[in-house]
């Protein structure tokens, strides 16, 4: 008899660490990342199945994760992705970790936004908030930079306030979720991000937004 349920729990065992496998595997690289550096759930509640492509003019690319410096960041990044034909897009970078991922007091600081994107051309877009690059301030660690990609139901009327590049008014507090939320956006369809720490570009920054 004992032989017996120890023969049982085995076999479950194997079972579930069988179906773990299964799950794992079909789970996409994506998910596992956001869910691992915690981008689900402190940045939206499901992670998005595809990967989207950010490639900055200095050369280096975002990768689920990796670390840039704000040197490296500081121009618009080129951003693709397999866009049906005649769909609106909404495209978005923030930063969740602001001041400091320890204490998040003014997450999220947004750096990018841009709606009715046609296709993939984000200039086709309209330009809610220009982009800004990343600004961590010293000794405050790595922040997560997050870029998400929504499909519209339809081509959309932003009541939103237009940002510029050059003050950084109205970009903290901001929330992608509430803001997916309030145009019926659903969950994003793909995303990618990078982490970043200070470096002597920040001061830089500061400059051109006024601080
Ligand atoms: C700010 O935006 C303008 C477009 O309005 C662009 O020409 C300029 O290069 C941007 N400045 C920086 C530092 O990104």
Same mark, same amino acid.
């Given at each position: 008899?004992? &032989? ?10 194997? &079972? ?33 199945? &595809? ?11 975002? /990768? ?105 008014? /109205?970009?903290?507090?901001? /929330?992608?979720?509430?803001?997916? /939320? ?30």
């Amino acid at each position: 008899m004992g &032989a017996l349920i120890r023969c049982a729990i085995v076999l479950l065992t194997v &079972a579930t660490m069988v179906n773990f496998r299964v799950l794992t595997r079909a789970m996409s690289t994506v998910a596992k990342s956001f869910e691992a550096s915690q981008v689900v759930p402190d940045v939206i509640p499901k992670a998005p199945a &595809a990967l989207l492509q950010v490639k900055y003019p200095s050369g280096v690319e975002v /990768k689920e994760g990796n670390e840039l410096t704000p040197t490296q960041v500081k121009d618009e990044p080129s951003v693709k992705w397999d866009a049906e034909p005649g769909q609106y897009y909404t495209l978005a970078m923030t930063d969740p970790d602001a001041p400091s991922r320890k204490e998040p007091t003014f997450r999220e600081w947004h750096h990018w936004l841009v709606g009715n994107i046609q296709g993939n051309e984000v200039n086709s877009g309209e330009t809610l908030s220009q982009y800004v690059g990343s600004g961590p301030p010293e000794k405050t660690g790595l922040h997560r930079y997050v870029f998400l990609l929504y499909k519209q139901p339809s081509k959309l009327t932003f009541d939103e306030p237009r940002l510029t590049n050059t003050s950084s008014d /109205k970009r903290a507090n901001f /929330k992608i979720a509430e803001f997916a /939320k309030k145009y019926n956006l659903g969950d994003p369809i793909a995303g990618n991000f990078y982490e970043a720490q200070y470096d002597d570009y920040v001061p830089i920054l500061y400059k051109q937004l006024g601080a």
